[in-house]
């Protein structure tokens, strides 16, 4: 068994596993934990399962709670943790100028579009910002960051004195007839177009067909929208896959 804890800047998931197919898994606030116990009295609510005494690998793109994992695992776990990260993962050459500062979601979202849909692959996450992944013949090329979509919602509502938080789902029009569906449009379905116009210009640089792939919080508002299959798991496989490979090479 093994506890995965992938950090995101709104949310943290915490999935228990013990063969990285399936998952037991809980979401909370990344804001709500600030140490060690407080992370544990929440894994004590959730699971029913045995969760002390376990290795666990940490995917963070929030530096300061890394320091809560390393006293969980002194104090709840087995004392092994494992921060995910590209130059600790020698499997996939990371061609990008500088691999240390690719988020650790990114590089798990790529580990498992490998391992798990081939050397051709395209992976857009859809959580506090949206990342875009490009896998070509093997090898990492990097990607692209945008806003995501609840983060233009709340700029829109922190930047004006009128404009409201709405809820987040595309418009079904594209003509709005109130203020709401005005910025739906404007936040959601124009940033689904963004996407689909930066996959369509990445796409030109593949030779052969690359698969996309769907995956975080928020990929439901493109399903139907964007070509692509949604994998919610995604993120946690290539923790896991991170961790299987540690072990390998450790031993
Ligand atoms: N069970 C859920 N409860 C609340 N929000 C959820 C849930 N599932 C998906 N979401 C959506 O996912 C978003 C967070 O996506 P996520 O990929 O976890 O972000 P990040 O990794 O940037 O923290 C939330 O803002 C919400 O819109
Ligand atoms: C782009 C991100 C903020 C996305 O994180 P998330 O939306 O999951 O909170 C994260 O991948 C990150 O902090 N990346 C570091 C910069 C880079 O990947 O180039
Ligand atoms: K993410």
């Known amino acids: 068994?093994?506890?995965?804890?992938?950090?995101?800047?709104?949310?943290?998931?915490?999935?228990?596993?013990?063969?990285?197919?399936?998952?037991?898994?809980?979401?909370?606030?990344?804001?709500k934990y600030e140490t060690e116990d407080e992370l544990y009295a929440f894994l004590k609510s959730f699971f029913k399962d045995y969760v002390e005494n376990l290795p666990i690998v940490v995917s963070s793109v929030v530096p300061s709670v890394n320091t809560v994992f390393?006293?969980?695992?002194?104090?709840?776990?087995?004392?092994?943790?494992?921060?995910?990260?590209a130059h600790d993962y020698d499997k996939i050459i990371w061609n990008v100028h500088y691999p240390k500062e690719i988020g650790a979601d990114r590089v798990c979202d790529v580990i498992a579009a490998k391992k798990d849909y081939g050397d051709n692959c395209i992976v857009i996450d859809y959580g506090t910002a949206i990342t875009i992944e490009v896998l070509r013949d093997g090898v990492y090329e990097g990607g692209a960051i945008l806003p995501g979509f609840a983060m233009i919602v709340n700029a829109l509502f922190k930047g004006t004195a009128k404009l409201p938080l709405v809820e987040l789902r595309p418009s079904p029009t594209f003509i709005g007839k109130d203020t709401e569906s005005n910025i739906q449009i404007g936040a959601i379905n124009a940033t689904v177009g963004a996407v689909k116009y930066v996959v369509?210009?990445?796409?030109?640089?593949?030779?052969?067909?690359?698969?996309?792939?769907?995956?975080?919080?928020?990929?439901?508002?493109?399903?139907?929208?964007?070509?692509?299959?949604?994998?919610?798991?995604?993120?946690?496989?290539?923790?896991?896959?991170?961790?299987?490979?540690?072990?390998n090479t450790t031993r």
Do not use: W
């Not at 992938?6 to 063969?19: E, K």
């Not at 695992?73 to 995910?84: A, C, P, T």
């Not at 690359?210 to 949604?230: C, E």
């Open 200 to 247: 369509e210009n990445i796409i030109k640089e593949f030779s052969t067909d690359p698969k996309i792939i769907h995956t975080g919080g928020q990929a439901i508002f493109v399903k139907d929208i964007v070509a692509g299959i949604i994998d919610k798991d995604l993120t946690l496989r290539g923790m896991y896959y991170f961790y299987e490979e540690k072990k």
């Open 1 to 31: 068994m093994v506890l995965l804890f992938d950090v995101g800047n709104t949310h943290t998931t915490i999935a228990l596993t013990r063969n990285g197919k399936d998952f037991e898994k809980y979401r909370i606030s990344t804001s």
């Open 70 to 85: 390393e006293y969980f695992s002194q104090k709840y776990g087995n004392g092994e943790v494992h921060f995910v990260k």
